[in-house]
C-alpha cells in the first residue's frame, strides 16, 4: 500500500537556524513523485518543491531543498535560514495513480525570534 | 487576481440547509479536485474533473454533489450534511496530460478554502 509518514507533529526551531522536516514513503511503483506544500493559518497550501523518482540530483528551490534517499525512502524537506513567515504546517504528498496524492499528516513548523 | 478562488471563506449551516462551495481557477488548468480537511486527518481527495472525465472517491457521502460546468468553474451542492462533515474544503487545480493513468507531475494549486461549520 501506498503511505506517507510525516514522524513529526510538531517542532520549535530557533529564527535564522537550519530546519529539516522528515517525510518517509512506501511505494512499489517505480515511477512517483514527491510534493512539500506549506499551509499558513491562512488555509491555502503552498507548493514549496517536487521530486521524480528518477530525477539524478535532489531538487531546490530557494531556501527550500529536499534531501532525497531513495533506498531508505525518505524526502526530507530542508529550510536554510528560517524566518518567521516560515511559521506555518507543512505537508509531504506522493503521485499515485488516478489523479490521487497520497498525504501524510503534517508536521506543525513554528519559528522563534 | 490570484490563481484559485473560493467561496465563500466561512460557511455555518443547519444539517437541514442546502448550499453551494464555489471555485473558479484562472490558470488555465484541465483539472479541478475537491479535498476535504478535517482536524488531524491527512487531505481526502473527494473528486477529480479532468480531461472531462469525473473520478470520485467512493467513500464519499452522496450528501456532497460536485458540478463543473466548464474548466474553470468548479461546485460542490451541499444538503443535509451531518455536524461530522464539518471542515476546511480546498479547491485546487492542475495541468494534466493524457494518459491511461491520469498521471500528472504538475503541482497543484490551492484556493484558500471554505470553513464550514455543520450544527
Given at each position: ?113 | ?45 473527494m473528486f ?8 470520485e472517491n467512493?467513500s464519499v457521502p452522496?450528501?456532497f ?55
Open positions: 500500500a501506498q503511505k506517507i509518514t510525516q514522524t513529526q507533529p510538531g517542532m520549535f526551531v530557533q529564527e535564522k537556524e537550519a530546519v529539516t522536516l522528515d517525510c518517509t514513503y512506501d511505494t512499489s511503483d517505480p515511477s512517483y513523485g514527491l510534493f512539500w506544500y506549506k499551509q499558513p493559518s491562512s488555509g491555502e497550501m503552498i507548493f514549496l518543491i517536487y521530486q521524480g523518482s528518477y530525477d539524478q540530483q535532489n531538487a531546490t528551490e530557494g531556501r527550500y531543498s529536499l534531501n532525497f534517499q531513495k533506498a531508505r525512502k525518505s524526502a526530507n524537506l530542508v529550510i536554510s535560514a528560517s524566518q518567521l513567515g516560515d511559521s506555518a504546517m507543512y505537508f509531504c504528498a506522493m503521485r499515485a495513480l488516478n489523479y490521487q496524492l497520497i498525504w501524510g499528516a503534517g508536521t506543525k513548523l513554528i519559528i522563534k525570534p | 487576481e490570484t490563481g484559485v478562488t473560493q467561496t465563500p471563506r466561512h460557511l455555518v449551516m443547519g444539517m437541514t440547509n442546502k448550499k453551494s462551495l464555489k471555485c473558479e481557477q484562472h490558470l488555465g488548468h484541465n483539472a479541478m479536485y475537491w479535498y476535504k480537511q478535517s482536524a488531524k486527518k491527512p487531505l481526502e481527495l477529480v474533473y479532468s480531461l472531462e472525465e469525473r473520478v467512493n452522496s450528501r454533489s460536485p458540478e463543473c460546468p466548464n474548466s474553470s468553474h468548479l461546485f460542490l451542492h451541499l444538503h443535509t450534511l451531518q455536524p461530522e462533515d464539518s471542515a476546511l474544503y480546498l479547491c485546487a487545480s492542475s495541468q494534466v496530460y493524457g494518459g491511461d493513468r491520469g498521471w500528472s507531475n504538475e503541482k497543484l494549486f490551492f484556493g484558500s478554502g471554505t470553513q464550514l461549520s455543520v450544527l
